[in-house]
Every structure is written in structure tokens, then in C-alpha cells.
């Protein structure tokens, strides 16, 4: 007789990413990262606890894991498009195995200090924090892209498994031994990453040529979010759900505690709620998305959320709250991960990494903000109207968001590699060169003209996400359907990036231009490059041909 359980485990596991021996290896050894920082993250509270008797002291600790996603959470992802990924993940994984153990080490020996606490927190959570682009990045190299969102679903599953097992684990060796093996124990929860990703090969560039310094990789990053129609939408979604719902975490040890009068095992049970909700709704999403859009995905996850914290503040009844937690739990993955299988799916491979930190920053933020804005209201009001209030403003931003709707990047939105005719040129230019204008000029019969202007405004996001500092089209008030495109980028260097930046989709949009010029009359293409005022002469200052 076959075993009905183990007969849908197999079914699960065939059809699952996790049949593919390059992500099953990388997955485990995800999952060991995020179960060493969790554990790491426990210790170092508790032991901030028991080296002073200061509040603020220990508030510090969170904020020393978290400060670094808003200090580095853009160079993080700028890092890892412009440097091999391979490297980036090693480096920040030995950073973090050394800076816990020696949290481990300097414990045990006493040696250990509320201050050299906080700096190695920092240091620790910074490593996390310059790791997660890189890592969550290289999912798309080891899946293929309709195994895209069920690999970033099991990395939810992953997380929230580790913040469910990694502060009872680390609690149980801290009993049984030492604070201070709890430490070494973490520390080795980071090594099998390193061993998983020491057997790659080293990446490629995304992209030849000259390459991009960190400060113009997030320079790039944050022109490609903002002129990005997907990103962006992706984006507001982010940052409206976490500033509503952060009002559940921000709320939580008061609930516990106030409205249904539990200690602290209370917390326990209703945290322990949400993270099965959490795993249960990451196993839940891939199915989902095989039947229905991204966008439906996410507009049941926000409404579910409203529904089980509505549930959650009318409750006095433990069970029912619990019932409540586990909904929020669900809601809370359901959204946020499929958020995040929207922008690596969106995001070409030259810039993947800076969306998934540009959206992480995003995230962090509004749930800082939020958190701090929904205890003042519970200060104020109580907790119950806290709830009440965070779940109306989160239906309210829902029903203006349905002008940004969110879904999954097709081949062509995120294929670079368009063949682009070569450009004739009198003279080379060197990389730094600039600025660069670029003109085009379109002759466009009468009957075309209004088609011609719609599709040319198309255009603009285009030329914008991959490196246009501005942009503009002009009509000729001297010649009648003659329309100029002109756009600026910052040097010869970036021009050259914005060619090969052009996905399959942009070439698309600009060929549907194209196809309404005049026939028999080309496009006429002009590259200038700014002139300095001194250029020409020589060193005395004297002009050139006195």
C-alpha cells in the first residue's frame, strides 16, 4: 500500500526547485545563514541583558543588526551587479562566521563588553546586510524563470523556519552549556554556504566594457527604480503594505500581554502562529501563481491581512487571536514574497541586485516608520485602535494602489544582448567623455502623427532606466512632421552601457517608432559630445592657432 503523505511529498519535491542539485545545495546553505543570524541576533539581546541593567542598552542591540540595511542597503546591491557575486557572497559569509565566533570567543573568556557587544552586532549585521542582494540575485542563475517564484517562496519558508527554531535553539545550548557556544554554534550555521558557493565558477560581467564605479552603480539603481513602470509599482507596494503592517509586529508583546492578558509564553504562542502562517503561505503561493497574476496574488494577501488583524483586535479569546496571528502570518509571506519574486523577475541581470536592495531599503523603512507611528497610536488610543486604524488605512492605500498593479517580468523585459548597428565615428572618444547628447530625427506624414506621438512618449522610460539623465521630443514649428528626440547622458562611457543595457521589450517599443517614419527617408541619428571651454588650448592658455 503506498503511503498517501509520502506520495504528495514526492509529487512536492519533483515538481519543487529543490529537484535541482545547484539550488538544493545553495538553499541549504541559505537556510543555515539565516538560522546562524537569528540565533546570533537572540544571544546578542540576551546577553546585552545580562552585562547591564539599561534598557536603551539592549534596545541598541536591534538597532545595531538593523541600522545596516538603511546605511548599506544600496551600495549592498550596486556591490553585488559590479563585482562578482561569487566573491561578494564568500566575503560577507566569512565576516559574519568570524564575527560570531569571535562574539563566541570573547564571551567565554569574559572579555566580552556592552560596548565591543554593539560593534560586533554592527559588524555581523552589516555582513548580513551586504549578503542578501547578492544572495537573493543569484537565484535566477541557479532556476529556471517558472521556477523562479516557488525558489523565492522556499526562501520565505527558510527564513521563517529559522526565526522559529534559531532563538530556541540558540536558547537550549545557551542553557545546556554557554552563552558563548551558542555564539561558536551559530557561527558554524554560515559555513556551508561558503563550501556551497566555493565550487562556482567566477561570473561574468553583465555587461563589457569600461565598468561602473559604486557610486554611479547606485546612481544606476535608483534611476532604473524610478523610471521603471514595473519596479516602481513594486516598490509603492513594498512600502504601502509594511507601513500598514507593521503595526501587527510593532503590537504584538502588548497584545500578548494587555489585551489578552498572557505572559510571556503568550508571545511565544502568538509569534509561533504568525511563522506557521508565514511557512504555510510560502508553500501556498507557488500554486497560486500557476492559475492566477501576481496581482491577484498580492491584492488577497492584503485583504487577508485586513481581515485577520480586524479578527485579532476584536479578540479577548486566545484561540481566536491565535487564529488571527496564523491569517497574518499567511497575508504577510503571501505579499511580500511574491513581491520579491516580482522584482528579481522584472529586473534585468545588469541591475537585479539593486532592485531586490532598492525594495529591501524600501521595506526596512516603512516598517521602522510604521512601527514607530502605530505604538504612538496604541499610546494614545490603545492597541485595539491601533489595529482597527492600521487595517482602514491599509484597505484605503489598497483601493489608490490599484493604479500601480503589480506582475511577473516576461524574457523579453529582462533579455539584454540586442545586436544594435555599430556607430560610425570620426573621432573616439574616451570613456569619461561627456556630456553626451543624442538626437534623432523622424519625419512623420500627417495621418501618423498622433500614433507617432504616443508611441514616442513610450520611448521615455526606456532611454530614462538605462541611463538618460533627461529627455525630451520636439516638433519643428519650421517643418511641418519633422518631430526631434533628444536625450542626455553623463558620458561616453554610460552611453556605451545604455546600448547594451536595451532588453528585447525596449527594442520593441522603439522599432513600433520606427515603423512610422516617413518611408524611403532613414532616422537621422547625431551623438555630440559637450565641449569644455578650455578644450583646444594649449597649457599657457594661449588659443591654439594664435
Same mark, same amino acid.
Given at each position: ?261 498572557? /505572559? #510571556?509564553? *503568550?508571545? %511565544?504562542?502568538?509569534?509561533? =502562529?504568525?511563522? @506557521?502562517?508565514?511557512? &504555510? !503561505? ?41 487564529? /488571527? #496571528?496564523? *491569517?497574518? %502570518?499567511?497575508?504577510?509571506? =503571501?505579499?511580500? @514574497?511574491?513581491?520579491? &519574486? !516580482? ?42 485602535? #491601533? ?160
Amino acid at each position: 500500500m503506498s503511503n498517501p503523505p509520502l506520495s504528495r511529498l514526492n509529487r512536492f519535491f519533483e515538481s519543487s526547485p529543490l529537484r535541482h542539485p545547484a539550488f538544493r545545495h545553495y538553499y541549504i546553505g541559505g537556510l543555515g545563514v539565516s538560522l546562524g543570524y537569528t540565533m546570533q541576533a537572540t544571544m546578542a539581546a540576551w546577553l546585552m541583558a545580562t552585562l547591564t541593567p539599561s534598557a536603551l542598552m539592549v534596545a541598541l542591540v536591534q538597532t545595531a543588526s538593523t541600522a545596516p540595511a538603511l546605511l548599506f542597503g544600496l551600495i549592498a546591491g550596486a556591490l553585488a551587479d559590479l563585482v562578482d557575486r561569487r566573491k561578494v557572497i564568500l566575503v560577507t559569509q566569512s565576516v559574519l562566521l568570524a564575527g560570531t565566533a569571535l562574539l563566541g570567543v570573547t564571551t567565554l573568556v569574559g572579555l566580552i563588553g556592552p560596548g565591543s557587544l554593539l560593534f560586533l552586532t554592527f559588524v555581523i549585521g552589516s555582513g548580513f546586510m551586504l549578503a542578501i542582494p547578492a544572495q537573493q540575485a543569484s537565484i535566477n542563475e541557479l532556476v529556471s524563470r517558472p521556477d523562479l517564484p516557488r525558489a523565492v517562496a522556499l526562501g520565505a519558508v527558510s527564513f521563517n523556519m529559522a526565526r522559529a527554531v534559531g532563538p530556541a535553539l540558540a536558547g537550549a545550548i545557551a542553557a545546556l552549556l554557554t552563552s558563548g557556544s551558542a555564539f561558536l554554534a551559530a557561527a558554524l550555521c554560515f559555513l556551508p554556504l561558503i563550501l556551497v558557493v566555493r565550487s562556482w565558477k567566477p561570473r561574468e560581467p553583465s555587461l563589457p566594457g569600461v565598468p561602473e564605479t559604486l557610486l554611479s552603480g547606485v546612481q544606476s539603481g535608483l534611476r532604473f527604480a524610478r523610471h521603471s513602470p514595473a519596479m516602481r509599482a513594486l516598490v509603492i507596494r513594498n512600502v504601502t503594505f509594511c507601513l500598514c503592517g507593521s503595526s501587527f509586529w510593532a503590537l504584538l508583546p502588548v497584545i500578548a500581554r494587555d489585551q489578552l492578558a498572557l /505572559g #510571556a509564553g *503568550g508571545f %511565544g504562542l502568538l509569534s509561533a =502562529s504568525f511563522g @506557521a502562517g508565514a511557512v &504555510a !503561505g510560502a508553500l501556498w503561493i507557488p500554486r497560486r501563481l500557476k492559475t492566477v497574476s501576481l496581482n491577484s496574488v498580492v491584492t488577497g494577501g492584503v485583504l487577508l491581512w485586513i481581515v485577520a488583524t480586524l479578527v485579532v483586535a476584536a479578540s479577548h479569546i486566545t484561540v481566536i487571536a491565535v487564529a /488571527g #496571528a496564523v *491569517g497574518v %502570518g499567511v497575508a504577510w509571506v =503571501s505579499v511580500l @514574497a511574491s513581491l520579491s &519574486a !516580482g522584482t528579481q523577475s522584472t529586473a534585468p541581470d545588469w541591475v537585479r541586485a539593486r532592485a531586490v536592495s532598492a525594495t529591501l531599503v524600501a521595506v526596512q523603512a516603512s516598517l521602522a516608520l510604521g512601527s514607530a507611528v502605530w505604538g504612538a497610536v496604541a499610546s494614545a488610543g490603545g492597541t485595539q485602535l #491601533a489595529l482597527v486604524i492600521s487595517a482602514a488605512a491599509m484597505l484605503v492605500l489598497h483601493m489608490l494602489n490599484r493604479r500601480y498593479p503589480v506582475g511577473m517580468g516576461t524574457e523579453a523585459e529582462v533579455t539584454t544582448g540586442v545586436q544594435l548597428p555599430d556607430i560610425a565615428m570620426a573621432i573616439e572618444p574616451m570613456p569619461n567623455d561627456g556630456p553626451v547628447l543624442i538626437q534623432l530625427e523622424y519625419r512623420i506624414d500627417p495621418e501618423n502623427e498622433a500614433a507617432f506621438i504616443r508611441a514616442i512618449h513610450d520611448v521615455e522610460p526606456t532611454r530614462r532606466r538605462n541611463g538618460a539623465t533627461s529627455w525630451r521630443v520636439f516638433r519643428d514649428v519650421g517643418e511641418a512632421g519633422r518631430f526631434v528626440e533628444r536625450y542626455v547622458i553623463a558620458s561616453w562611457a554610460e552611453y556605451v552601457r545604455l546600448r547594451l543595457r536595451m532588453t528585447f521589450a525596449d527594442r520593441e517599443i522603439q522599432e513600433r517608432v520606427a515603423q512610422l517614419q516617413r518611408e524611403g527617408v532613414p532616422v537621422r541619428v547625431s551623438r555630440l559630445i559637450g565641449v569644455n571651454p578650455t578644450e583646444g588650448l594649449p597649457a599657457d592658455g594661449e588659443p591654439a592657432d594664435s
